[in-house]
């Protein structure tokens, strides 16, 4: 099993970046995808989720709005697109997959929303 994201990096605050995670090793299509944040000092937490099969999607309040989850189960990708960054939204990215007793991470990538 592999989960490989990409795209973080530094940005300003307003700009946007988007992050991909590409799924391997498992049947993807029938795992539910999330995405969460884990800012210095602080626990992991959720930002947003895409159901299985293309199931509905949430993001929560604090990026409402300004980021997006889609998922492409032919390509067994999930991104995150995320806009008008503030620099509260600094944290280390985590995709995630999830279908209960089962759940895979990935590495994780850095953003950093700073002038």
């Known amino acids: 099993v592999h989960l490989v994201e990409s795209g973080g990096g530094l940005v300003q605050p307003g700009g946007s970046l988007r992050l991909s995670c590409t799924f391997s090793?498992?049947?993807?299509?029938?795992?539910?995808v999330n995405w969460f944040r884990q800012a210095p000092g602080k626990g992991r937490a959720l930002v947003a989720s895409?159901?299985?099969?293309?199931?509905?999607?949430l993001v929560v309040s604090a990026v409402k709005g300004r980021f997006t989850i889609s998922r492409d189960n032919d390509k067994n990708t999930a991104v995150l697109q995320m806009n008008s960054l503030k620099p509260e939204d600094t944290a280390v990215y985590f995709c995630n997959a999830r279908r209960s007793p089962s759940e895979y991470w990935g590495q994780g990538t850095q953003v950093t929303v700073s002038s």
């Open positions: 895409a159901g299985a099969f293309n199931g509905g999607t």
């Open positions: 090793g498992f049947n993807f299509d029938t795992y539910d």
